[in-house]
């Protein structure tokens, strides 16, 4: 059950370098899993240094929604998960996926 109706959904633009596989993916695939429009705006290497004087932070992935900067890749994809009712009600059961997302990140950071 997805907590806006489309009639309502907000304006979602993710912004992150021009490159698949970076901290951006799993929001980008939440997205679609969740058939919620976003814009996917790539941003280039050469782009980057000025977008990053108004980032949140001074870093991406960056989701807009609706003119205004979220930061933080974990902290956005649990919003689309929250948005699209992909995310768990119950702590427990939200325990275990952030559980589970914070190991995979520590492996990947092995890597």
Same mark, same amino acid.
């Given at each position: 059950m997805q907590y806006f109706s489309m009639a309502k959904m %907000?304006?979602?633009k993710l912004y992150y370098f021009d490159f698949d596989g970076g901290a951006d993916e799993p929001i980008r695939s939440a997205f679609r899993l969740a058939q919620i429009p976003?814009?996917?705006v790539r941003v280039k290497?050469?782009?980057w %240094? @000025?977008?990053k004087q108004t980032a949140v932070f001074g870093q991406m992935p960056l989701l807009e929604i609706d003119s205004k900067m979220y930061a933080q890749s974990m @902290?956005?994809?649990r919003y689309v998960?929250?948005?699209s009712g992909m995310y768990p009600a119950d702590p427990i059961e939200a325990l275990k996926v952030d559980r589970s997302?914070?190991?995979t990140s520590e492996l990947q950071s092995l890597t």
């Open positions: %907000p304006s979602f976003f814009e996917d290497f050469a782009d %240094p @000025a977008l @902290a956005i994809l998960g929250k948005i997302e914070e190991h």
